[in-house]
């Protein structure tokens, strides 16, 4: 099965700032027949359901602001937001669907400092 | 717009049985492989199983924790799924989510809580 291990586990950054979380799996995430990484993230607040923000490691969803940005490949992955927003306060999590079982990060809570 | 509705949470015992339904609409549901992922409470996000297309054969797949014991389902002309879960242990209690994979979870519902309690 595939381990999932985000960095840090929770960070406070200054508004206006780079917030920038890492995410590492126990195997690669590259399909080399497509040369995709099949590694999303998402944004989860309290009381909704987890949002979509990043798949195939670098693509951001339609209407995701583009302070949010996804990069790396291979086993090493990093969530980029470029200037940190009141909004953005949430718990990011990493998800491969490389392969089943499917597995997450175990999440990193991102407070305003 | 893209839906996805759980539904059949509650309180079970342990050793008891649930089953949970995800209901979808705004999309051409047969098409779509469904997943299940469930959060328990102060926890992270868990992949729990989930159930191919007809054109793959409905093919299953399960986490560790959980298999043997629940079975993902779909029915097509009902546009719903199912997860139906027997020998509940108490930590199995979570908020249940029904999943659109697409590139990524692109579509969630809004969960069902589920409790196993003496």
């Known amino acids: 099965d595939i381990v999932m291990t985000q960095s840090p586990d929770s960070l406070a950054v200054s508004l206006g700032e780079r917030a920038t979380i890492s995410c590492k799996s126990s195997?690669?995430?590259?399909?080399?027949?497509?040369?995709?990484?099949?590694l999303a993230w998402y944004q989860r607040k309290p009381g909704h359901p987890p949002k979509l923000l990043i798949y195939?490691?670098?693509t951001r969803v339609s209407g995701v602001p583009d302070r949010f940005s996804g990069s790396g490949s291979g086993t090493d992955f990093t969530l980029t937001i470029s200037s940190l927003q009141p909004e953005d306060v949430a718990v990011y999590y990493c998800?491969?669907?490389?392969?089943?079982?499917?597995?997450f990060g175990q999440g990193t809570k991102l407070e305003i400092k | 717009e893209v839906l996805l509705v759980e539904s059949g949470g509650g309180l079970v015992q342990p050793g008891g049985s649930l089953k949970l339904s995800c209901a979808a609409s705004?999309?051409?549901?047969?098409?779509?492989?469904v997943h299940w992922v469930r959060q328990a409470s102060g926890k992270g996000l868990e992949w729990v199983g989930r159930i191919r297309t007809r054109t793959n054969n409905y093919a299953t797949a399960y986490a560790a924790s959980v298999k043997g014991r629940f079975t993902v389902s779909r029915d097509d002309s009902k546009n719903t799924a199912y997860l139906q879960m027997n020998s509940l242990k108490t930590e199995d209690s979570a908020v249940y989510y029904c999943?659109?994979?697409?590139?990524?979870?692109?579509?969630w519902g809004q969960g069902t809580l589920v409790t196993v309690s003496s």
């Open positions: 998800h491969q669907y490389y392969t089943t079982p499917h597995s």
């Open positions: 195939w490691s670098s």
């Open positions: 705004g999309f051409t549901f047969s098409v779509s492989a």
């Open positions: 195997q690669s995430l590259l399909y080399t027949s497509n040369n995709n990484n099949y």
């Open positions: 999943a659109r994979l697409q590139y990524g979870f692109d579509s």
